[in-house]
């Protein structure tokens, strides 16, 4: 039976380094959302089969720490490039990974930074709610 898996916390957008280690070389790519549990990345396509189990390298945003974790991929998408973006193709690829390991400290680490800055983003949206009615 698959085991069906859950947000306990938010999904928030992020612009992230990281890195896919396949390979001789690492693949550069851009964290676009961030969970306690997983992240969605973007790069431009080049061809080939994603792997189903990467390392990956991410560079936790506003932390200045990098952490290590092995993804799960758990989707993978080709899109059309957005129109500032010059890709090979015109195409980006889009893969979810689910974090499936990596240092206890280091999911700590991503858990509060997440749960943080969706706590902060709701109560700025709070206060322009506010802003807004006041001078309406």
């Known amino acids: 039976m698959e085991q069906q898996y859950r947000r306990t916390t938010p999904r928030i957008g992020v612009e992230a380094m990281c890195w ?3 390979g001789r070389n690492p ?3 851009l ?3 961030v ?3 997983g992240l969605c990345v973007e790069r431009p396509y080049v061809g080939g089969p994603t792997q ?3 390392p990956l390298e991410l560079e936790v945003p506003g932390i200045d720490e990098v952490m290590w974790a092995r993804g799960d991929a758990c989707f993978d998408l080709v899109v059309p490039a957005p ?4 890709t090979p193709m015109g195409l980006v690829r889009r893969t979810g990974y689910r974090i499936a390991a990596a240092a206890t400290r280091d ?3 991503l858990k509060e930074f997440v749960v943080e800055t969706q706590r902060q983003r709701e109560q700025t949206e709070e206060l322009d709610l506010e802003l807004a009615l006041l001078f309406a």
């Open 35 to 37: 969970s306690a549990m």
């Open 83 to 86: 129109p500032h973006l010059k």
């Open 27 to 29: 693949t550069t790519a």
């Open 31 to 33: 964290a676009i959302d």
């Open 20 to 22: 896919e280690l396949t």
């Open 107 to 109: 999911l700590r680490l």
């Open 52 to 54: 189903r189990e990467v």
